[in-house]
């Protein structure tokens, strides 16, 4: 079971940190993705990591303004959100997986868990 948290409203150019809490004894194993959502558009990628951490992958539009990692002794993964555009307004939505390990994903349809979502909204 996954639980998003850390949303909120951030004026552009400000900062927030999403977190990722899991339950289970599987999650060191998983590896770990973050989507995003807005009204009327499909589920889009953001950002992996490998269930090491040693891995990362970021889609284009983030790149150098979030970071994704894991603190796996905490069952929690984090996306470290600075530079907010309004663009970046959506459901956060994060994700795990199992068999992907230390394998990076951009597909949602690998994944097979997935957190209830956390409203991130970026005012001009």
């Known amino acids: 079971q996954l639980q998003a948290s850390g949303g909120g409203l951030v004026q552009a150019g400000g900062s927030l940190r999403l977190s990722c809490a899991a339950s289970?004894?599987?999650?060191?194993?998983?590896?770990m993705g973050w989507f995003r959502q807005t009204p009327g558009k499909e589920r889009e990628f953001v950002a992996a990591?490998?269930?090491?951490?040693?891995?990362?992958y970021y889609t284009e539009s983030v790149k150098g303004r979030f970071t994704i990692s894991r603190d796996n002794a905490k069952n929690t993964a984090y996306l470290q959100m600075n530079s907010l555009k309004p663009e970046d307004t959506a459901v956060y939505y994060c994700?795990?997986?199992?068999?992907?390990?230390?394998?990076?994903?951009?597909?949602?349809?690998?994944?097979?868990?997935w957190g209830q979502g956390t409203q991130v909204t970026v005012s001009s």
């Open positions: 289970g004894r599987t999650f060191s194993s998983s590896a």
């Open positions: 994700a795990a997986d199992l068999r992907l390990g230390e394998i990076l994903s951009s597909n949602k349809g690998d994944y097979d868990y």
């Open positions: 990591i490998s269930s090491s951490g040693r891995s990362t």
